[in-house]
Nanobody, 120 residues
Framework: QVQLVESGGGLVHPGGSQRLSCAAS?????????????LGWYRQAPGNQRELVAA???????NYTDSVKGRFTISGDNAKTMVYPQMNNLKPEDTAVYYC?????????WGQGTQVTVST
């Protein structure tokens, strides 16, 4: 059973930084989904649809939505068990629940997400 577990959210002031983590479990063959598929960070703000904000492929190539380019950096560990978005210069509009999933997403992989609130 593949699991992607998000952590690291919290309250941060505008202009501040936050790093989230996504832990990918291994299957019975010892392989994580990040070894074979792109992973991405999605977010959903109240009243909005869930959107993909950053993605990373197993070979390390990355992509970002325009609203976070230059502020967010997505990275992964060599063991392909962890994916991190480093979020800098956070803005109130970054407030959302952040989720980790494959790209494109897999319905059964949605976790609880982690709340990031950017506020004074």
């Amino acid at each position: 059973q593949v699991q992607l577990v998000e952590s690291g959210g919290g309250l941060v002031h505008p202009g501040g930084s936050q790093r989230l983590s996504c832990a990918a479990s291994r299957n019975i063959f010892g392989i994580t989904v990040f070894s074979i598929k792109d992973l991405g960070w999605y977010r959903q703000a109240p009243g909005n649809q869930r959107e993909l904000v950053a993605a990373i492929s197993p070979d390390g190539s990355t992509n970002y939505t325009d609203s976070v380019k230059g502020r967010f950096t997505i990275s992964g560990d060599n063991a392909k068990t962890m994916v991190y978005p480093q979020m800098n210069n956070l803005k109130p509009e970054d407030t959302a629940v952040y989720y980790c999933n494959t790209v494109p997403y897999t319905d059964g992989y949605w976790g609880q997400g982690t709340q990031v609130t950017v506020s004074t």
